[in-house]
T-cell receptor
Framework: DAKTTQPNSMESNEEEPVHLPCNHS???????IHWYRQLPSQGPEYVIH???SNVNNRMASLAIAEDRKSSTLILHRATLRDAAVYYC????????????FGQGTRLTINP | ETGVTQSPTHLIKTRGQQVTLRCSSQ?????VSWYQQALGQGPQFIFQ???????GRGNFPPRFSGLQFPNYSSELNVNALELDDSALYLC?????????????????FGQGTRLTVV
C-alpha cells in the first residue's frame, strides 16, 4: 500500500481558501489519488479524485504535482460546514478495492 | 445523502456475544466493503464482497464474516465479541465492476453503526 503523509491538523477562517497538502511519494503510476472527508458523527464522504491532471468539481479542486508524489486539495472558500477530517488516499484495485485511510488532517474553520 | 443505509445506528453488546450489522447499498452497486473505525482513528478495511463472494480481506480474524445478497443488501457478522471490537462500523458501496476502471469511481459510505461492547 502506498503511504501518505498529511498534517495532523490545520486551521483556517471562514470564506478564505484552504490548501490541504498530502505527500504520497510511494504512489504507483496507476494509483488514482482520492480525497474523502468525514464530518463529525458521519461516514466518510467523497470529495474528489484524479490521476495526473488537476481536477475541479463543485466541492473542491485537486492539484497534483507533476511527479505525482504530492497533491493539494483546495477548498476555494471555506465554510463552517467544511470542518472535518480530510483523508488523502492513493487508490488501487489489484485485488480488493480497499481504501487505505491514514490519520487524515483535522480541519478547523473559524467564524 | 449517499443512498447507503445502515442499521442499527447504535448497539450495545456484551463480551462473548454475536452481532449482525446490516447495510443496504444503492441499486446496481455490485461491490460492498466494510470498515472498522476505532475512536480517533481512520477507518480500517475489513473485507469486500463482489456479487455475493468475498474477494478481499484486511487484517481481521475469521470471527468477522459477511454476506452479500442479490438485492444489494449485506451483513457483517462478528462472533465472540471482544471489548476491542467497540467501534464505528461503516459499509461502502461501489458501482460498476472490479478492475482498473473502478479506481475512477467514488465509494458511497453509510452513516455507520456504533457498536459498544461491554
Amino acid at each position: 500500500d502506498a503511504k501518505t503523509t498529511q498534517p495532523n491538523s490545520m486551521e483556517s477562517n471562514e470564506e478564505e481558501p484552504v490548501h490541504l497538502p498530502c505527500n504520497h511519494s510511494t504512489i504507483s503510476g496507476t494509483d488514482y489519488i482520492h480525497w474523502y472527508r468525514q464530518l463529525p458523527s458521519q461516514g466518510p464522504e467523497y470529495v474528489i479524485h484524479g490521476l495526473t491532471s488537476n481536477v475541479n468539481n463543485r466541492m473542491a479542486s485537486l492539484a497534483i504535482a507533476e511527479d505525482r508524489k504530492s497533491s493539494t486539495l483546495i477548498l476555494h472558500r471555506a465554510t463552517l460546514r467544511d470542518a472535518a477530517v480530510y483523508y488523502c488516499i492513493p487508490y488501487f484495485t489489484w485485488g480488493a478495492q480497499k481504501l487505505v485511510f491514514g490519520q487524515g488532517t483535522r480541519l478547523t474553520i473559524n467564524p | 445523502e449517499t443512498g447507503v443505509t445502515q442499521s442499527p445506528t447504535h448497539l450495545i453488546k456484551t463480551r462473548g456475544q454475536q452481532v449482525t450489522l446490516r447495510c443496504s447499498s444503492q441499486s446496481g452497486h455490485n461491490t460492498v466493503s466494510w470498515y472498522q473505525q476505532a475512536l480517533g482513528q481512520g477507518p480500517q478495511f475489513i473485507f469486500q464482497y463482489y456479487r455475493e463472494e468475498e474477494n478481499g480481506r484486511g487484517n481481521f480474524p475469521p470471527r468477522f464474516s459477511g454476506l452479500q445478497f442479490p438485492n444489494y443488501s449485506s451483513e457483517l457478522n462478528v462472533n465472540a465479541l471482544e471489548l476491542d471490537d467497540s467501534a464505528l462500523y461503516l459499509c461502502a458501496s461501489i458501482p460498476g465492476v472490479l478492475g482498473q476502471s473502478s479506481m475512477n469511481t467514488e465509494a458511497f459510505f453509510g452513516q455507520g453503526t456504533r457498536l459498544t461492547v461491554v
